[in-house]
């Protein structure tokens, strides 16, 4: 079964971090370039960070640069996202999937095949 497994996030204060995790299961791919977008209440679904699994390069919305870390994580086709300095804007269901830059790509003709979502709520 091909399908992304989302782990992390949870709930902070402001300033606080947390981190999410997605592992790419099943795909046979040449490269699994994967990342992380985002949705919160009322907003359209926006793109907060992709990794280039072809050659590393990384990729960040303005909003989350300098605070936001993507990097390849210990098991095989997975991802991690570090969020530092926690802000009440970053709230909102994060997903993660197959990415461009920070656009969703096609993946067996299903665009970004996107994880089931997490929950990330920054609040005092």
């Known amino acids: 079964q091909v399908q992304l497994v989302e782990s992390g996030g949870g709930s902070v204060q402001p300033g606080g971090s947390l981190s999410l995790s997605c592992t790419a299961a099943?795909?046979?791919?040449?490269?699994?370039?994967l990342g992380w977008f985002r949705q919160a209440p009322g907003k359209e679904r926006e793109g907060v960070s992709c990794?280039?699994?072809?050659?590393?390069?990384?990729f960040y919305a303005d909003s989350v640069k300098g605070r936001f870390t993507i990097a390849r994580g210990g098991a095989r086709h997975t991802v991690n996202l570090t969020m530092n300095s926690l802000k009440p804007e970053d709230s909102g269901v994060y997903y993660c999937a197959f990415c461009a830059g920070l656009v969703p790509t096609y993946v067996y003709g299903t665009p970004g095949f996107w994880g089931q979502g997490i929950q990330v709520t920054v609040s005092s």
């Open positions: 099943g795909f046979t791919l040449a490269y699994y370039d």
């Open positions: 990794l280039s699994d072809n050659d590393g390069s990384t």
